[in-house]
């Protein structure tokens, strides 16, 4: 079976190899473990830029494969983050409280209260709230890491596409869920610190001694090994009988659903897998990125995952990894203030404020003219041309013209 | 003029005989006194430095002295008197290049001039200016100058005493405008419920309120049923409101017991905070009372420590939970009313009762309102959504944007057109056509070329979004920018206290209704309507009956962009325009559209209004959360969406399958 799929498909082993390989490098470069020549703090980037590239490749399945334009899989992400956070909050507070207390030994009780007056002081209490029961756990917030956003999607999924809301209706509910799910945290009284987030996360508890050089090469082997996990796991997915029915699907909704496939059944599967692929991307992401706040979960996010997915290439696993480290990157470059300012006669760019610009108008030409992204380039080099059918469906009644068109 | 002489000369003869009478003590320039003068001679004194403690019945003196009190009163307090250093005579004084001019204190007459060093100015202290302004105000109540009256009685709303109610009372009668008669009347009655001489009079006045919902007169009622809790050996003594039992919900055991602490009455309760004090300062050999340090971390082993020291005597004994109990059984507690008249606080009561109902209803009442008013901009802002998506099937989500284009317009009109009636005047039409040229652009330029392909459009009207709000950031900075109303719009219609909406959402909210008439008319009368309601049923159907549906939509899309636009105006006024303007309101348009449905005018109301009500009612719910309430709000959608997937009104047949 494994030998017969990894033939068919033989983009997963490239796409591997080609990680391994930059993993690799990345590591010979490291402050840590090599020559030096990759900062601490690129290392993190490139670590994060990882962890966005696994959730593109989630939001491909949900989208590129299954038609399901969600804006929403950044509420999945930072829950995923939220989660982690909470246990690396707790137990590096619980460090400092015992690492700061004199007299006598404390009581769990009066543990507990110091840890509490120490996360909970920025909003006012001093009250663990119930939700941050489990937090002392490591195990059992990793639990948590998929637990609840997978829930969450379960439920919410099972309650949109039980009732057929699909199409445009299905993304601006998705973005409801997002909004009122960021909103919800924003509140002091969420539980969560509002929106002063949870902060601190790249300490790692019990890991002081590893520095950050040496954490931040982990955390880029660990995103990698998630990426490449993942990529397996949804070529497995799209590859096989399973995959054929999930492109029908986006395809041709109705037709399957004649046919006799459960379409909500597969619908709320690949929407609750995709769900649990952010979250573990999003635990990766916040320990190196150190801080987040519901700002991360705002429908703001979650739409720019679809431009980058939009602009790699969607239906192509590894078009959604190109786009969102090339734009992420880009992005990154260009805002960072290190891109040269292009000096017109009459007016000089600065891209700090116009990349968006450029990024908004470039999104809207990749939408127009070039469908399949980045990943259309590879296409051109290989010499293959799609036929220009704007959209319509490859169906009986326009005609056999495409028929034509499709044997092309 | 003639009365005025007249009474002059009245005064003089009456004058004339009384300073025969009244030789001591010598006061030259003077030679008539009777009256104020006799009176402000008798307490020069006094008056040349006064005390707040002692000046009061000097002030009172002064203001039954007769004619010319106020002017002299007035003239203290305006720092504008001065006594003679030779002999404590008082003036008023004006000060000159050399000296004081001076005036006789009483009438006013010139009195010639003295050198500086003669004169003392007479400075009261903040606290007697208090007293003699205090005293003046029965004089102002009566004052002919109508302004000066109303100051008066604003200043005695805001610090009235019981000695103004005898003035004030006497004011009313000679009363000739009927407006201040009518406030005269209700500050009487105000002042009779504080400061009433008897518990009937008193009564009576708050029961002549009946439910008044003014806040002045809640103000008066709520001191009166202010109540302190206290603690009773025997049963409770005094104007009772409530005996309270501990352990019954609202007061708790221990409530109770801290009570009986800040009295005084029990020892404090050993927190565990004061045992980890006291066990820390009883640390010997790393043992505290026999238990070793380290075993400390055990509740349990701390109170044996505890224990231990207690019966060393090393510490003192703190209140266990036997005694606790104990003490509070002993003892009763009572709210009791500061105000001792039992019948006075039963009337304020059953007084506050009846109007806190009907402020409730009012509250209801400002809550549709307000309500109304979102509904109204909820729906001016979703309506151009509504009209794209249910024609075109496309959601554009830079419909924010054009929104915020409007608003941006009328700011640059404003910028040429300094009257804010014109600019805005303007601006309203301007705004449609520059955000109907960009709609119509949009449309020929990308969502043509998306044609069935409702996802990539949204996602490219998206990139335009990005690409727009930069832009305005780029353009207008990020800093937020005026569009300022009219002034015919500025203030609140406010029907009393409670209930009250500004001119500019009424504004608002008839905006809105001309857009639903406008819409209406153009959808069922005119040629345009037709062809766009054949396209939102069935393009293909409409195609084949000679319909340009590229035309359709492109007007379509230029019409719901262009209603942005105004609608961008209209909130530009009273929102803060900044580039993220429109992208505040379009999550809330999408919910309009989605729970409206598509296709009907009617459904946007419908779902502007239920979008509205919720986000107002559950805002009322827990009113110091407005997060709360739009997350609420959206998860109720999402539910909603559940059981009408397709909206409040959805269209039927064919044209409802996609």
């Keep these: 079976m494994t030998h017969g799929f990894l033939t068919k498909n033989p983009s997963v082993l490239i796409f591997l190899g080609l990680l391994a390989l930059f993993t690799l490098t990345v590591t010979l470069l490291s402050n840590a473990y090599g020559v030096e020549v990759i900062s601490t703090s690129m290392v993190k980037t490139l670590g994060k830029t990882l962890c966005l590239c696994l959730i593109a490749l989630a939001m491909d399945l949900v989208w590129g494969y299954m038609g399901i334009l969600s804006l929403g899989h950044f509420a999945f992400f930072g829950l995923g983050g939220y989660m982690i956070g909470m246990w690396l909050m707790v137990a590096r507070t619980r460090e400092i409280v015992l690492a700061s207390a004199t007299g006598l030994p404390m009581t769990p009780q009066e543990l507990n209260d110091a840890i509490a007056t120490q996360i909970f002081g920025v909003v006012g209490t001093s009250q663990m709230p119930a939700i941050w029961a489990f937090a002392g756990s490591l195990p059992a917030q990793l639990a948590l890491v998929v637990l609840v956003p997978g829930l969450l999607a379960l439920g919410f999924g099972w309650l949109a596409f039980r009732s057929r809301v699909t199409g445009v209706y299905l993304s601006i509910l998705t973005q409801a869920m997002t909004l009122a799910l960021a909103l919800y945290l924003y509140q002091n009284d969420s539980g969560l610190r509002g929106n002063n987030g949870l902060s601190g996360l790249q300490n790692i508890p019990g890991l002081d001694w590893a520095g950050q050089d040496r954490l931040s090469v982990w955390f880029l082997w660990a995103s990698a090994l998630a990426l490449g996990l993942g990529y397996l796991a949804c070529a497995f997915t799209v590859s096989g ?87 992420s990157m880009v992005s990154t470059w260009f805002t960072g203030g290190r891109a040269p300012d292009l000096n017109l006669a009459i007016y ?45 469906p490859l169906g009986p009644d326009d005609g056999a013209l495409m028929e034509q068109e499709a044997r092309q | 003029m003639r009365s005025l002489l007249l009474a002059f000369a009245t005064s003089l003869a009456l004058a004339l005989p009384a300073a025969a009478q009244d030789a001591a003590p010598p006061v030259p320039v003077a030679t008539v006194q009777t009256g104020l003068a006799a009176v402000i001679a008798q307490n020069a004194g006094a008056i040349a430095k006064p005390s707040r403690q002692t000046i009061a019945p000097v002030i009172a003196a002064l203001g039954q002295a007769g004619a010319g009190a106020p002017d002299f009163l007035q003239a203290w307090a305006d720092k504008k008197l001065g006594a003679r250093k ?6 008023r004084v004006t000060k000159s290049a050399d000296g004081y001019a001076l005036a006789d204190p009483a009438t006013g007459a010139d009195l010639g001039t003295a050198a500086k060093a003669e004169i003392a100015e007479i400075k009261p202290n903040a606290g007697v200016r ?19 009256r109303l100051a008066a009685l604003t200043a005695l709303a805001r610090d009235g005493a019981a000695e103004h109610l005898a003035p004030l009372a006497a004011s009313i009668e000679t009363e000739a405008d009927p407006a201040i008669k009518a406030q005269k009347e209700r500050l009487l009655g105000l002042l009779t419920i504080r400061f009433g001489a008897t518990p009937e009079a008193r009564v009576a006045a708050i029961e002549g309120f009946g439910a008044d919902l003014g806040l002045d007169f809640r103000a008066a009622l709520n001191p009166i049923l202010a109540t302190s809790r206290k ?43 004061d045992l980890r004090a006291a066990l820390e300062s009883h640390i010997e050999n790393n043992a505290v009372g026999g238990v070793p340090v380290t075993e400390l971390a055990d509740p349990g082993k701390r109170e044996a420590a505890y224990a231990a020291l207690e019966a060393a005597g090393k510490v003192p004994a703190g209140a266990t939970d036997a005694e606790v109990s104990a003490a509070v059984a002993q003892t009763r507690f009572a709210d009791i009313y500061a105000e001792p008249d039992p019948t006075v606080t039963d009337a304020a009561k059953a007084a506050l009762d009846a109007v806190s109902l009907k402020v409730s209803a009012m509250q209801g009442a400002d809550l ?79 969502i043509r070329h998306l044609a069935r392909r409702p996802l990539e459009t949204l996602l490219a009207t998206f990139g335009i979004s990005i690409a727009l709000q930069q832009l305005f950031k780029n353009i207008f900075g990020t800093q937020a920018r005026p569009l300022t109303a009219p002034e015919w719009l500025d203030g ?107 296709g009907n005018i009617w459904g946007t109301l419908a779902g502007a209004s239920l979008v509205g009500g919720l986000q107002k009612g559950i805002e009322a719910l827990n009113p110091s959360n407005t997060l709360a309430a739009q997350t609420y709000m959206i998860l109720f959608i999402i539910i909603f969406i559940q059981f009408r997937p397709r909206g409040i009104i959805a269209l039927k047949g064919r044209a409802a399958g996609d």
């Design chain 2, 231 to 273: 603690v009773f050996n025997e049963a409770p003594s005094g104007n009772v409101a409530l005996t309270l039992t501990p352990g019954k919900p609202g007061f708790s055991e221990a409530e109770a017991y801290d009570l009986l602490v800040t009295e005084g009455l029990a020892p404090k309760r050993l927190s565990s905070a």
């Design chain 2, 492 to 598: 609140a219609w406010v029907l009393n206290d409670i209930v009250s909406i500004s001119y500019i959402r009424i504004a608002i909210f008839a905006l809105a209704l001309t857009f639903l008439g406008l819409f209406l008319v153009v959808m069922k009368r005119t040629r345009l309507g037709l062809e766009v309601r054949a396209v939102t049923q069935n393009p293909s159907m409409a195609a084949s009956m000679g319909i340009n549906p590229d035309r359709i939509n492109m007007l379509t899309f230029g019409l719901g962009s262009g209603i942005a636009g105004i609608a961008g105006v209209a909130i530009g006024l009273f929102a803060k325009v900044t580039s993220e303007l429109g992208a505040d309101y379009i999550v809330q348009s999408f919910m309009t559209v989605v729970v409206g449905g598509v």
């Design chain 1, 241 to 327: 009988k399973f995959g054929s029915v999930m492109r029908a699907i986006r395809d041709d909704e109705a037709r399957v659903r004649f046919l006799g496939y459960p379409v909500e059944g597969y619908k709320l599967f690949v929407f609750t897998l995709t769900a649990l692929i952010a979250a573990i991307a999003g635990a990766l992401y916040y320990p190196q990125a150190g801080i987040i706040n519901p700002a991360e979960i705002a429908p703001i996010a979650s739409i720019y995952l679809a431009v980058w997915v939009a602009i790699g290439g969607r239906g192509r696993l590894w078009g959604a990894v190109i786009g969102a480290a090339f734009v």
């Design chain 2, 86 to 91: 030779s002999d404590g005579a008082i003036f």
């Design chain 1, 348 to 392: 000089t760019v600065k891209w700090v404020d116009w990349w968006q610009v450029l990024l908004g108008l470039s999104f809207v030409s990749v939408t127009l003219f070039a469908p399949k992204g980045l990943s259309g380039l590879v296409d051109l080099l290989a010499g293959l041309r799609p036929p220009q059918r704007r959209g319509a």
């Design chain 2, 368 to 446: 549709t309102l307000d309500a109304l008013s979102l509904a109204s901009i909820y729906f001016l802002a979703a309506i151009g959504l509504a009209i794209t998506f249910g024609v075109m099937r496309v959601i554009n989500m830079a419909h924010g944007e054009f929104i915020t284009m409007g608003a941006y317009t009328g700011y640059v009109v404003q910028q040429f057109i300094s009257d804010y009636t014109i600019s805005i005047l303007v601006a309203l039409p301007l705004a449609f056509a520059v955000t109907f040229a960009a709609g119509v652009a949009m449309e020929r330029l990308v």
């Design chain 2, 130 to 148: 208090g007293l003699i302004a205090s005293a003046l105000i029965q004089f102002q109540l009566s004052d002919p100058d109508p302004k000066t």
